[in-house]
């Protein structure tokens, strides 16, 4: 991000303070990261490219509060790096709370989200491609809803912010791009890893009624469905969340499995 002003935007909209635990994913040559430093944040910075990371030691390695991480956030297993988490554990344990604020990767946006949510970072200020902003923020019977959209509002209060053109990166990606803001809500994040797999059986079939998407999966549908108290013949996405979760509890209880309140 090579506009000022949308640099300070994004940090704004991420009620920076002074003290502030955040992290940032994808720094680049650390224009963001000076930002962060510069409203007193304690700064983990995390980028994957050698080159970058190398630059980023170079600019910012000698100042107070940053600590810079060469590697990937997420592991092939869609695990969060352990400077991430342990640095979310620590903000907890100091009473403060844990912050994303960053312009994120493409590419692991979604899932880096949703993992970061679970993990219990209490705000996420992030940009990402237009697109994702519109799956996070879909309701049930649009296009754009599905799994991400209920997982996330399942997690967090989920706001656009405003729309960004391309001209304030560089080098200037191909699509528009969005600022989004996430308040963590007080849900556990076990109950939403718990129902994540169930959600994905269900999803991946998308055109499916509920019924024979849960017949897919192994489910015996008609008890589990009578025991909801849902029309087998809807299908996932036109469901809301809470609906889904629920959906999601009756299936274990009548697996036999304790549902989680």
């Not at 994957?48 to 910012?60: G, K, Q, S, V």
């Amino acid at each position: 991000m090579v506009d000022r002003n949308m640099v300070r935007a994004v940090v704004e909209a991420g009620e920076v303070r002074a003290g502030d635990a955040v992290i940032e994913v994808g720094c680049g040559t650390g224009t963001l990261t000076e930002e962060l430093l510069a409203r007193g944040a304690q700064v983990l910075a995390v980028e994957i490219d050698p080159a970058l990371c190398a630059i980023l030691r170079e600019r910012l390695g000698n100042r107070t509060g940053v600590h810079i991480v060469e590697g990937d956030a997420l592991s092939r297993r869609q695990e969060l790096h352990p400077e991430i988490s342990r640095f979310i554990s620590a903000a907890h344990a100091r009473k403060q709370p844990a912050k994303l604020v960053a312009n994120l990767p493409y590419c692991i946006a979604s899932p880096l989200i949703i993992d970061l949510l679970i993990e219990g970072t209490d705000l996420l200020v992030f940009t990402v491609q237009k697109e994702v902003a519109e799956r996070l923020t879909a309701a049930p019977g649009g296009a754009d809803y599905g799994l991400l959209s209920v997982l996330a509002q399942l997690l967090a209060e989920v706001r656009v912010l405003r729309t960004i053109p391309p001209q304030v990166f560089w080098p200037a990606p191909q699509v528009d791009s969005a600022l989004v803001r996430m308040v963590r809500n007080t849900r556990p994040a076990e109950v939403v890893r718990a129902a994540a797999e169930f959600l994905r059986q269900i999803f991946s079939s998308r055109r499916k009624t509920l019924r024979r998407a849960m017949v897919s999966a192994g489910y015996d549908a008609d008890r589990v469905l009578a025991a909801a108290g849902l029309d087998g013949t809807v299908r996932a996405e036109g469901l809301a969340p809470e609906t889904l979760l629920r959906l999601c509890r009756t299936a274990s209880h009548t697996a036999g499995e304790d549902p989680r309140p």
